[in-house]
């Protein structure tokens, strides 16, 4: 068979969540969207399942994504799960407005099968206040972040395609609704184990528990106590997640237990934001008034959502200092790797001992200068060892050159000290710092345009992002600093 050549219906549907107990997800159709179309389609997402890329215009495809046919072997389902909210205990959540249809197998061999949810596809029983749909503007931002993010090589969840509809939906305003297929081995979120543990069912906690080490982390199963050793894998991998989040500017907005992947994978993308002006304490979710998921919060919050899942897994663990004793991981790692992706951004290739002061240092002078994140690493790269003439296009983005010039000789030391090779380092440079990211501001045109059903911006701003390293000179307004119109654009928590 030829590869990437399957129709939805020949995608192969199994079903290993829904041979969970029946308290765990209700079993219900997705409720159909009218007349609907499709806005944008991932082609590199399509190749992980070997999906046809034709059938993102194929109707079948499109009446099947938008959750008015049910593929071939699919058994759509909404899965329960509690959380902690801002902080607070939550009570029961669950899949208010996404309907899971199975899991897929991905192409390659080695691969792990992929689960295809439909998300904004209707009311469940874990609706809430909610109508189970998700308009098009959010739908938009979480199909363009997810391709994004992986492409920075950043763990997440990814977007297949995003399929819109004339229907309307109340917000702030009246809007368009759409579904968004999104895909990853599991949708398990720490809230999940959360809530067996505050409903006091063991048995269920131990079934869920077994399932996760059993589908995703087989090599757990021989450890000595296999459920400390999954805290202490998902902790460590929620760090390296988070290590990667802070290198690369990018805020969740809304890192509640129940948005928290089992997987250490960037799920439930909201009122996120990629950092423009840098400000540590910058809130991307302007209803977070408290600023508890500010950028500089987010490791610390990392880490108190560990210690959430740690609490919930306790009964299984059977031991309160051993829980805790595993819960140390996530500082170790979190230090080691968010110190080694600040390196490679600098482009140093040793270790040493004063790189952090180096690096706390960098931090002061872009927050003093609200100096912009992405351009500024990006722009460092030029920076040439015994040339201070090829400084100015990073130099310019400073308002108070001379405490960047200050900086630079202390930079310049420590290059030297290790021999470094402009060209060398630059290569290295440009492969760790994006020159592309998803600006709220591109967001923005680009869903304005969506709205007017033109979504040749959408399909753009895809292509460019699925590069975010290349420097894509035919594409250089898309790596500008966000014009002043920006400065008054606010992501809500609505979707
Ligand atoms: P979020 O913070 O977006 O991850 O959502 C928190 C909870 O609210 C989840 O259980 C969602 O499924 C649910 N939810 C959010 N929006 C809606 C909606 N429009 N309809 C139904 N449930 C929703
Ligand atoms: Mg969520």
Same mark, same amino acid.
């Given at each position: 068979m030829t590869s990437h050549s399957k129709t939805i219906d020949e995608l192969g549907f199994s079903h290993a969540y829904a041979a969970? +107990? +029946? %308290?765990?997800y209700t079993s219900l159709m997705p409720t159909p969207l009218p007349a609907p179309y499709l806005v944008c389609g991932s082609a590199s997402a399509a190749a992980l399942i070997d999906l046809d890329p034709a059938e993102f215009k194929d109707e079948d495809f499109i009446a099947a994504v938008s959750g008015n046919t049910i593929p071939h072997g699919a058994r759509p389902l909404a899965a329960v799960y509690s959380g902690h909210q801002f902080g607070v205990w939550a009570g029961q959540l669950g899949d208010g407005r996404a309907i899971l249809l199975g899991e897929v197998p991905a192409a390659g061999q080695q691969a792990e099968a992929l689960e295809l949810q439909l998300k904004g596809a209707g009311m469940t029983p874990y609706s809430r206040m909610g109508d189970g749909r998700a308009v098009l503007r959010s739908s938009i931002r979480e199909f363009l972040c997810s391709e994004a993010m992986a492409a920075l090589g950043i763990p997440t969840s990814r977007a297949l395609c995003v399929t819109g509809s004339e229907k309307l939906v109340m917000r702030e305003t009246p809007e368009t609704t759409a579904v968004v297929t999104r895909m990853a081995p599991s949708f398990i979120r720490f809230g999940s184990f959360e809530h067996w543990f505050y409903h006091d069912r063991k048995e269920d906690l131990r079934h869920l528990a077994d399932h996760v080490i059993d589908r995703f982390? +087989?090599?757990? #199963?021989?450890? @000595?106590n296999p459920y400390r050793a999954l805290l202490e894998e998902v902790t460590r991998r929620t760090a390296v997640m988070i290590a990667h989040w802070q290198a690369v500017g990018f805020m969740h907005g809304v890192m509640n237990t129940d948005n928290m992947s089992i997987l250490g994978l960037t799920i439930d993308y909201g009122p996120f934001g990629f950092m423009e002006a840098? %400000?540590? #304490? &910058? *809130?991307? !979710? &302007?209803?977070d008034q408290q600023g508890r998921y500010s950028y500089a919060r987010q490791p610390e919050i990392g880490q108190w959502n560990c210690y959430a899942l740690g609490q919930a897994l306790l009964p299984l663990i059977g031991d309160v200092d051993e829980t805790v004793a595993t819960l140390e991981i996530y500082q170790t790692t979190y230090t080691r790797t968010y110190n080694a992706l600040l390196r490679k951004k600098l482009g140093l290739q040793t270790m040493e001992h004063d790189d952090t002061a180096l690096i706390e240092a960098l931090f002061e002078i872009l927050q003093a200068g609200h100096v912009d994140f992405t351009s500024f690493f990006r722009k460092l790269g030029q920076l040439q060892l015994n040339n201070s003439a090829a400084d100015e296009p990073v130099r310019?983005?400073? *308002?108070?050159?001379a405490a960047f010039d200050e900086w630079a000789v202390a930079y310049r030391a420590r290059l030297h000290q290790e021999h470094s090779i402009d060209a060398t380092r630059r290569l290295a440079m440009d492969a760790v710092n994006p020159k592309y990211v998803l600006r709220n501001y591109l967001a923005h045109a680009a869903i304005e345009k969506a709205q007017n059903k033109d979504f040749s911006e959408v399909a753009r701003l895809l292509a460019i992002l699925e590069r +975010?390293?290349? @420097?894509q000179p035919e594409h250089e307004d898309y790596a500008k600093l966000p014009p %002043?119109?920006? !400065? %008054?654009l606010e992501v809500s928590c609505s979707s």
């Open positions: 969970l +107990p +029946p %308290d765990f982390y +087989p090599s757990l #199963r021989g450890a @000595e840098f %400000d540590a #304490r &910058h *809130i991307c !979710n &302007h209803t310019d983005l400073f *308002i108070d050159r +975010p390293f290349d @420097e %002043d119109w920006a !400065n %008054d």
